[in-house]
């Protein structure tokens, strides 16, 4: 199965900035996630990722508060744009490798305050 | 609308004891089922997972039941250890035609499992 390194593993950011999550994967992958654990919640879907176009969003995510890219097939970024504290949470990278289950990175502990 | 439940916040079982964890779905469309567990400051890891057209999967000391009439699944673990100690995920999604898509995934909200010794 394919590595995931997610960067960075925690940061924390003053409201109103902005925070750019690295996921890279050593090898070639169709389908890469991005999801959300808010404290004490489960993991939630933000987006999928799509390589060479526009993210595909969730109901109640949008590209101006969460813009995703993924230039090619083993690297995407999520950012959390113009922080709140409501924006603490785990955020998780997940990819799709056609022969496996969907496996995740460790994920990065964003604390906004 | 929380298509996914697991009714059970926590559960405590002895070592060597089975530990049953349970979660429930609404959405008839979900035709797989995955369960993940989770370690603290760690990423959800793949347990083990069931296609809607199986009742049962077993690996090692892991089963999973799956119960369509009743949008009921479980996991089982026997004998429990006390490294199995960690959040438990049920997980739905949907296969995609002409292909499988496993990553776009419904949550449940999770079981503490504390296995003592």
């Known amino acids: 199965s394919a590595v995931i390194s997610q960067k960075p593993s925690r940061d924390i950011c003053q409201r109103g900035t902005s925070l750019t999550i690295q996921c890279q994967v050593d090898s070639q992958v169709t389908m890469m996630f991005w999801y959300r654990q808010q404290p004490g919640q489960s993991l939630t879907l933000i987006a999928t990722a799509n390589q060479g176009s526009e993210a595909t969003y969730e109901s109640g995510f949008v590209i101006d508060k969460f813009p995703i890219s993924r230039p090619n097939l083993t690297f995407s970024t999520l950012t959390v744009s113009n922080m709140s504290p409501e924006d603490s949470s785990i955020y998780l990278c997940?990819?799709?490798?056609?022969?496996?289950?969907?496996?995740f990175g460790q994920g990065t502990r964003l604390t906004v305050v | 609308d929380q298509q996914v439940k697991q009714n059970s916040p926590s559960l405590s079982v002895q070592e060597g004891r089975i530990s049953i964890l349970n979660c429930d779905y609404t959405n008839s469309m979900f035709d797989y089922f995955l369960w993940y567990k989770k370690y603290p400051a760690e990423g959800p890891t793949f347990l083990i997972s069931i296609s809607s057209i199986k009742d049962k999967n077993e690996d090692g000391r892991f089963t999973v039941f799956l119960n369509k009439s009743a949008k009921h699944l479980s996991l089982h673990i026997v004998p429990s250890q006390p490294g199995d100690s960690a959040v438990y995920f049920c997980?739905?999604?949907?296969?995609?035609?002409?292909?499988?898509?496993?990553?776009?995934?419904?949550f449940g909200q999770g079981t503490i499992l504390t296995v003592h010794p």
């Open positions: 997980a739905a999604g949907r296969r995609w035609a002409g292909g499988t898509s496993y990553g776009k995934l419904t």
């Open positions: 997940s990819v799709e490798d056609r022969t496996t289950e969907a496996f």
